[in-house]
Nanobody, 123 residues
Framework: VQLQASGGGLVQAGGSLRLSCAAS????????LGWFRQAPGKGREFVGA????????SYADSVKGRFAVSRDNTKNTVALQMNRLKFEDTAVYYC?????????????????WGQGTEVTVSS
């Protein structure tokens, strides 16, 4: 199983970025997908998640209304659209896949993780 995240970069505060995560070697549409991030010197935190067929999403309070998770089961991809970025959104962002996830916010419910893509927001 491989999850490959991409789309990170440097952006000014107030700007937008779209992260993408491509999955291979797994039955994509049976997995819930999540995005987590880890800022320098901090632990990994939940950002957002989407259920198997995209009907349900969940977001951390810190990103609600600014970020959106979507998935395309025909292309085995999940995206994180990030708008109105803030300096505190600076982090390495990880995509993750889990089976029968009950609590999207728990990192230990996800089986597979991507390598991370770095997002830097300049103030």
């Amino acid at each position: 199983v491989q999850l490959q995240a991409s789309g990170g970069g440097l952006v000014q505060a107030g700007g937008s970025l779209r992260l993408s995560c491509a999955a291979s070697k797994l039955t994509f549409d049976v997995y819930s997908l999540g995005w987590f991030r880890q800022a320098p010197g901090k632990g990994r935190e939940f950002v957002g998640a989407i259920n198997t067929h995209g009907e349900t999403t969940s977001y951390a309070d810190s990103v609600k209304g600014r970020f959106a998770v979507s998935r395309d089961n025909t292309k085995n991809t999940v995206a994180l659209q990030m708008n109105r970025l803030k300096f505190e959104d600076t982090a390495v962002y990880y995509c993750a896949a889990g089976l029968s996830v009950r609590n999207y916010r728990r990192a230990d419910e996800y089986l597979f993780w991507g390598q991370g893509t770095e997002v830097t927001v300049s103030s």
